[in-house]
Nanobody, 121 residues
Framework: QVQLVESGGGLVQAGGSLRLSCAAS????????VGWFRQPPGKEREFVAG???????DYADSVKGRFTISRDNAKNTVYLQMNSLKPEDTAVYYC???????????????WGQGTQVTVSS
């Protein structure tokens, strides 16, 4: 069992930065691929970034070059550094863990409760 708790969301102006954190419980955290999804208002949840246990990372095209995912297995924490934020990045951001190492919605085993990110223009 893995529990995920996000923090770091908030209100920021366009062009600004935020860093999200996701603290995980459980001693098997390092064996999970971890990632971030987001759900904009009125839209479906979408993949943002993922980091497998092999440290292979992937990003949605919309955030490449602006967002960086990283993990600290010693602290059981995964981060999402978000730079050059745009109003269209406004969403609830969710941390996710996958035993399979892939990030299709159906592959996610555990979700966090979400943290709101709002980018003003």
């Amino acid at each position: 069992q893995v529990q995920l708790v996000e923090s770091g969301g908030g209100l920021v102006q366009a062009g600004g930065s935020l860093r999200l954190s996701c603290a995980a419980s459980g001693r098997t955290f390092s064996s999970y691929a971890v990632g971030w999804f987001r759900q904009p208002p009125g839209k479906e949840r979408e993949f943002v970034a993922g980091d497998t246990w092999l440290s292979i990372v992937d990003y949605a095209d919309s955030v490449k070059g602006r967002f960086t995912i990283s993990r600290d297995n010693a602290k059981n924490t995964v981060y999402l550094q978000m730079n050059s934020l745009k109003p269209e990045d406004t969403a609830v951001y969710y941390c996710a863990a996958s035993r399979r190492g892939t990030f299709r919605y159906s592959d996610i085993d555990y979700w966090g409760q979400g943290t709101q990110v709002t980018v003003s223009s």
